[in-house]
């Protein structure tokens, strides 16, 4: 077994800043939505449109961090047993992939109100697009799949050796999906959605347990600014001129300089800096997040249903604030609520 490059004296087990960043994550996942939402009913391009793309934009951060936040937590060291490690991890996911992938699908042809054949929506599930939110799922249960191996890659690997191999697959998954957006457009399949976050969750590992303990250096935070600006530069002129895809898949994916870079920034910083174990009401609400993920789009939905769907210009930051707060507290609710019930708890994770 090769030894790390990084002395075993700065192994960071405090797992107490990861309970506040899922809170926290949690939470910005929740405005991304409002704000994504709230960008379709304005004119494209317009201020108010620029204020909701970049909310939304800026909160993409999101999905990279709870990926490496479960390779800080799962890639430490080898399992006595594969088989229960499986049984242990897909007890948790399967469950609530299983259920909220028939409840959404549900929701779906209700919301559509068209008949859908068979073919497509076995289309949708082999996209794991069942609902917009949910291919998280699936890919973080790819992810569970190879998890035994990558513990033992891990473990053999020196952190230069890491390191490495994480810049590698972070670069080639960007070059995928630019190219993908501008000349393949091939739909994603659920079997591969894992394979570009392996990046991540071999990046969580080493963050957490390899890298020593102490401030962000300046220089590479100056560097990841410059590399940003640089990238956002070279990719402004395609942004504008795609007018036909999806605005901000194309220029900020999840694997990005300006995303990756903001990602691993405020990993970090909550590593450095939440040390503090959480008071039991806190350690509750992190251990609800993963439901509340699940939950908070049909929060939202209900939400749109149930208020009058006017918006203005003026009160926009209000829509903005309080719709993001209201969602996630009903979502938090929700998902608090269904952990009481025996069995039935179980679909939230």
């Known amino acids: 077994m090769a030894e790390s490059s990084i002395s075993s004296k700065f192994l960071h087990p405090s797992t107490s800043y990861i309970d506040v960043l899922r809170i926290v994550a949690s939470f910005f996942v929740v405005l991304a939505h409002v704000a994504g939402g709230s960008a379709d009913n304005f004119v494209v391009f317009s201020n108010p449109w620029w204020l909701c793309k970049g909310l939304f934009f800026f909160c993409l951060w999101t999905i990279p961090v709870f990926v490496m936040m479960s390779g ?18 897909f007890t948790r996911i399967g469950v609530p992939l299983v259920f909220w992938t028939i409840f959404y699908l549900g929701l779906r042809l209700v919301l559509d109100q068209k008949s859908w054949t068979l073919p497509q929506i076995l289309d949708l599930l082999l996209q794991g697009n069942a609902y917009y939110h949910l ?37 080639g998954a960007d070059i995928f999906h630019l190219c993908n957006v501008m000349m393949w457009g091939t739909r994603p399949s659920v079997f591969a959605l894992f394979v570009p976050y392996m990046g991540y969750y071999l990046l969580g590992y080493i963050i957490h347990h390899k890298w020593p303990k102490g401030r962000l250096p300046g220089l590479w935070v100056a ?23 999806q605005y901000g898949i194309f220029f900020f994916g999840f694997f990005s300089a300006p995303i990756a870079c ?60 309080f719709g993001t707060l209201i969602g996630f507290a009903l979502s938090y609710g929700l998902v608090s609520l269904i952990k009481k019930i025996p069995v039935i708890c179980r679909i939230v994770g």
Not at 73 to 79: C, G, I, K, N, W
Not at 145 to 166: D, F, G, K, N
Not at 226 to 245: D, E, G, K, N, T
Request: charged share 10%; glycine share 4%.
């Open 72 to 89: 800080a937590l799962l890639l430490s060291h080898a399992p006595t047993s594969i088989r229960a490690f499986y049984r242990r991890r």
């Open 135 to 171: 291919w998280f799922l699936y890919m973080i249960a790819g992810l569970y799949l190879v998890t035994p191996y990558l513990q033992i890659l891990a473990e053999h690997l020196t952190t230069r050796q890491c390191l490495a191999a994480i810049l590698l697959i972070l670069i």
């Open 223 to 245: 560097a990841g600014t410059a590399i940003s600006v640089v990238y956002l530069m070279c990719l402004a002129h395609p942004f504008i001129q795609l007018r036909s895809q």
């Open 262 to 321: 903001m990602a691993i920034g405020i990993y970090w910083a909550f590593r450095e800096t939440c040390i503090k174990p959480l008071n039991p009401r806190l350690q509750h609400l992190a251990s609800c997040t993963l439901g509340i993920y699940i939950v908070h789009l049909l929060v939202l939905k209900l939400m749109q249903i149930g208020l009058a769907d006017e918006v203005s210009d003026h009160h926009i930051w209000v829509g903005l604030v």
